[in-house]
Structure formats: structure tokens, C-alpha cells
């Protein structure tokens, strides 16, 4: 089994940048395919990004793309999601997940493993 512990979330205006991380332990994330998802108050959980086992694969969520950046270092057992110009629909509780194997990687039920999840809030 991983653990998996998520930081760097916080209040942020418009614009600004934040880099999320995603700190596991128990087994190395080396033998998982990672994402990150969302989820907003009053909305479903929804996909943000995804990474290859290796890190040389990597996907995005339409709303995200060329503003958001998923990265791995499996020696240091971590995830990044870096966040730049946030906007107020960015919003919500982020958290890692980790599937040993995955076949729809939007899909949140595929992963296995969950954080508890780091709030982001940008203001306006």
C-alpha cells in the first residue's frame, strides 16, 4: 500500500502560482501511475492531470491545459502539480491518487490510493 499526503495549497489572488505536492510513503511511487483531481463545493470530482509511471507521459484536463504542470520525482517519492495563472474557477480541494493500473485515467475510480487533500482558493 502508499500513503499519500498532499501540501502547498492556500489563498492565492487571480494569476498568481502555486506549486502543490504530493508526498508519499509506504511504497514507492514508481510502481504508479499518479493524478491529481478537484473537486469544488457542490461539484463533482473532477480529473486535473495525470503522469506516467516514468514521467514521460503526462495529460491534462481541457480547463488546465498550458497552465498547469505535472511532474515526478520517484526518488524523492513525490508529485508537483505547478499552477499558474490560477483564476477563481480553480478553486477547490485538490488531491493525489495513485493506480497501480489504470485504463480510463479521467476516471477516479480506477485509482486506488487518495490523499486527504489540500485546499487552493484564488480570489478574484
Known amino acids: 500500500q502508499v500513503q499519500l499526503v498532499e501540501s502547498g495549497g492556500g489563498l492565492v489572488q487571480t494569476r498568481c502560482s502555486l506549486r502543490l505536492s504530493c508526498a508519499a510513503s509506504?511504497?514507492?511511487?514508481?510502481?504508479?501511475?499518479m493524478a491529481w483531481f478537484r473537486q469544488a463545493p457542490g461539484n463533482v470530482r473532477e480529473f486535473v492531470a495525470a503522469?506516467?509511471?516514468?514521467?514521460?507521459?503526462?495529460y491534462y484536463a481541457d480547463s488546465v491545459g498550458g497552465r498547469f504542470t505535472i511532474s515526478r520525482d520517484n526518488a524523492k517519492n513525490t508529485v508537483y502539480l505547478q499552477m499558474n495563472s490560477l483564476e477563481p474557477d480553480d478553486t477547490a480541494v485538490y488531491s493525489c491518487?495513485?493506480?497501480?493500473?489504470?485504463?480510463?485515467?479521467?476516471?477516479?475510480?480506477?485509482?486506488?490510493?487518495w490523499g486527504q487533500g489540500t485546499q487552493v482558493t484564488v480570489s478574484s
Open positions: 491518487a495513485a493506480a497501480a493500473y489504470v485504463s480510463v485515467y479521467v476516471r477516479a475510480s480506477d485509482y486506488e490510493y
Open positions: 509506504g511504497r514507492s511511487i514508481s510502481h504508479y501511475f
Open positions: 503522469i506516467s509511471r516514468s514521467g514521460v507521459s503526462t
